[in-house]
Structures are given as C-alpha cells and as structure tokens.
C-alpha cells in the first residue's frame, strides 16, 4: 500500500465546533506532516511528526491540536476556527532521512462558515 | 531563513518546444532540493530530487550552489507535461519544508 489516506474528503464546519481530520499511512514512515493550502498558493508546512513525536510546530494557532497516536495515525484536531482557516488541509509521509521523498495524501478541503 | 523563488507563475510552451522552470533558493547551509508536480485532480507527487540526478519523463534538474538554483529543464515539451510544478527546500534533515509559489506549466497543442 503506497498511498496515504486521508478523510474527510470535504468538511464544513461553524466557528464553534469541534472536528478533526484524520491521516493514515501504511508504508512504515515513521515522519509524518501537516500542510495548509490556501488557493493558488504553495502548501504551507504546519507541523511534522517524527517517529510519533512533534518535532516541528510552525508558529500554528492553538486552535490547531495535532495528535500522532500511533505511527500509521495522524490526526488535526480543529476548534473554534475562523473563517480564514478555510484551505485545503494535505497530510504527508516520509522516511526519515536525507532525500526522502514525501508522499502526500489528496487533502480535506475545509469550509469554516 | 530559506526561501525559494519561482518567478513565473504561468508558463506557456508550444508541443515540442523546450521547457525550462526556473527556480532559485536562499539557505545558508547545504540545501536538499525537490520538484514536486500537481497533475489536474491527482495529488502532489515528487518528480525529481537533486541528490539522484536522475531523468523523470524527460525532465532534468542540476543543482549550482554558484547561483543558488535548481531550474527544471525538458527538451521536447509534451501535452502530458501540463500541470503545476513547485520546487521545494528541505532542511533540518528531512523535516523543514519550504515550497516555492509555483509555475503552471501549459503545453499548447
């Protein structure tokens, strides 16, 4: 299995709820990554995750929580958003190590309203 | 900080013709460079790193530390070739990402 999976495909969400998005690989990377992408723009590192621990955290709002529980499994945990959170949220999935080549998941596209 | 530049937003090639994607970076230390493509409704995937200097569906890149680019050239353009490519710096191992804005590729028949 080469793919990383990612649901929900779409999600719309109020200012006041709590949702999260859910990650997965099978490929036995132990570095997995968080991105933000806004239209027409590049995808914007959030956070990385190395053998389940958080090792990056770029200056991201509290309201974003991830969670790596295990090494197959990451999670963003959404609450209270505002609207100018609405992006394309990509997941990502490496081995560690130089040259690793990145494997990305097709995204949830976000709607806060 | 590291930044990569990628200064053509669109580029338009006739079928045939020869492509060249520019991409400059800025980073102190020993840089890893990426060319990452987007085709229509597929996901991101990688399309060449410098360390391998290899040739993907006819596409090269060299890393010149001189001028602090990694440009993405191809010979004979294909209509296959359309689609958004970003180059990308990786440092701190394997870790810190950074993407360039991107270039739109469009190979007109």
């Known amino acids: 299995d080469t793919e990383v999976t990612q649901t929900p495909k779409h999600l719309v969400m109020g200012m006041t709820n709590k949702k999260s998005l859910k990650c997965e690989q099978h490929m036995g990377h132990r570095a997995m990554y968080w991105y933000k992408q806004k239209a027409k723009k590049p995808p914007e590192l959030m956070f990385v995750?190395?053998?389940?621990?958080?090792?990056i955290n770029e200056s991201v709002p509290s309201r974003f929580s991830p969670e790596c529980p295990n090494s197959s499994l990451l999670n963003l945990h959404l609450h209270a958003l505002q609207p100018e959170d609405s992006a394309l949220y990509l997941c990502?999935?490496?081995?560690?190590?130089?040259?690793?080549?990145?494997?990305f998941g097709p995204g949830t596209r976000l709607t806060v309203t | 900080a590291q930044r990569v530049t990628q200064p053509e937003k669109l580029l338009s090639v006739f079928k045939g013709a020869p492509v060249e994607l520019k991409c400059n970076y800025s980073y102190s230390g020993s840089p890893e460079l990426f060319w990452y493509v987007q085709y229509s409704r597929q996901r991101l995937q990688l399309l060449l790193r410098h360390i391998s200097r290899e040739s993907i569906k006819g596409f090269t890149a060299d890393l010149n530390k001189g001028e602090t680019s990694f440009h993405l050239k191809k010979p004979f353009a294909q209509e296959e070739d359309s689609a958004m490519y970003y180059c990308?710096?990786?440092?701190?191992?394997?870790?810190?990402?950074?993407f360039g804005t991107g270039t739109k590729l469009q190979v007109i028949p």
């Open positions: 995750y190395s053998y389940e621990k958080l090792s």
């Open positions: 990308a710096l990786i440092t701190g191992g394997y870790q810190k990402v950074t």
């Open positions: 990502a999935s490496s081995q560690p190590g130089q040259g690793s080549e990145q494997y």
